[in-house]
């Protein structure tokens, strides 16, 4: 059964290796938007670029919010 179940699923094995690649690069994605260092690291660079004059107020209370939005995972609608 073995030999048969590899016969017809062995076209498949591109489509299952790409699909397992996806699942990795997002589970990376996911932490490093959730590496605490990482988030520190953004929103530091936000405070930066504020302090050099680069962005607004307004400008770095959005960065903020959506750093740590997509920090907790919440999408927007």
Do not use: C, Y
Not at 41 to 49: D, T, Y
Request: charged content about 30%.
């Amino acid at each position: 059964m073995g030999l048969i179940s590899l016969l017809f699923t062995w076209p498949l094995a591109p489509v299952h290796g790409v699909i397992r690649l996806g699942e990795l690069i997002q589970q990376q994605v996911e932490h490093e938007l959730k590496d605490p260092a990482a988030v520190r690291r953004r929103l530091e660079a936000v405070e930066e670029a504020r302090r050099s004059g680069q962005i607004s107020e307004e400008e770095e209370a959005q960065a903020v919010e959506e750093i740590l939005r997509l920090m907790s995972g919440t999408r927007r609608g």
